[in-house]
């Protein structure tokens, strides 16, 4: 079956602009993840939604970091005002349960976010 | 809180040789901990899980795990280094209790030597 699929792969914006990321998660999972891989920096916690739950946001950075997940399924990351400093990849990852004995994360291919 | 510690954020290997990369967590709970793999240019996919039952765990493409609760380590090891073993390999744990937010390592990148 399908797996995770994000959109677009490579993103290039200047400095100031917003950007938006998304993420189609597989079909049925009901926990989705947000990271951000940076350069020898491993994977940072982003944003964590479950099902109807609140989002745990605890992981985003900065006030310009924003995410939602429509009727449980995709989900937009929005970088506002970007900063150079934002420049990473973005990572999503879906998993099919939260509770009990966790189940892997199946992860999409990234988003390769440069700031100019 | 819960984390996790690679030692060596590259460690190069010959081929044909024993692989050990290395990891430490810290949970207050019993963990759940995992090992990913990332090739270039590509996502994470999961090389191997313990959760429970046999500490020594065994994965996809000849690696394993063993789960040492007194040392707090899960090092991943393979017998023979081949070529296409290079990639970036990740350290992840889940506290076993409670929403199950994952903390990842920052990352070892294995290199093979011909």
């Known amino acids: 079956g399908a797996g995770v699929s994000q959109s677009p792969s490579n993103k290039v914006t200047e400095k100031g602009k917003d950007v938006e990321l998304r993420c189609d998660p597989i079909s049925g999972h009901t926990a989705l993840y947000w990271y951000r891989q940076s350069l020898g920096q491993g994977l940072e916690f982003l944003i964590y939604?479950?099902?109807?739950?609140?989002?745990?946001k605890s992981g985003l950075p900065s006030d310009r970091f924003s995410a939602e997940r429509t009727g449980g399924s995709v989900s937009t990351l929005t970088i506002q005002r970007t900063q150079q400093e934002d420049s990473a990849v973005y990572l999503c990852a879906s998993s099919s349960r939260t509770s009990g004995i966790p189940r892997e994360q199946y992860f999409g291919p990234g988003t390769r976010l440069t700031v100019t | 809180a819960q984390s996790v510690t690679q030692l060596g954020s590259h460690v190069s290997v010959s081929e044909g040789a024993l692989v050990l990369l290395r990891c430490n967590y810290s949970s207050s709970v019993p963990p759940y901990l995992f090992w990913y793999v990332q090739y270039p240019n590509q996502g994470l996919q999961l090389l191997l899980k313990?959760?429970?039952?046999?500490?020594l765990v065994k994965g996809i493409n000849g690696f394993e795990a063993e789960f040492k609760k007194s040392e707090t380590s899960f090092h991943l090891t393979k017998p023979s280094a081949h070529m296409s073993d290079a990639a970036e390999y990740f350290c992840?744990?889940?506290?076993?209790?409670?929403?199950?937010?994952?903390?990842f390592g920052t990352g070892t990148k294995l290199q093979v030597i011909p």
């Open positions: 313990y959760t429970t039952g046999a500490t």
């Open positions: 992840a744990v889940v506290n076993s209790g409670g929403y199950q937010k994952v903390t």
């Open positions: 939604f479950q099902g109807n739950s609140a989002p745990d």
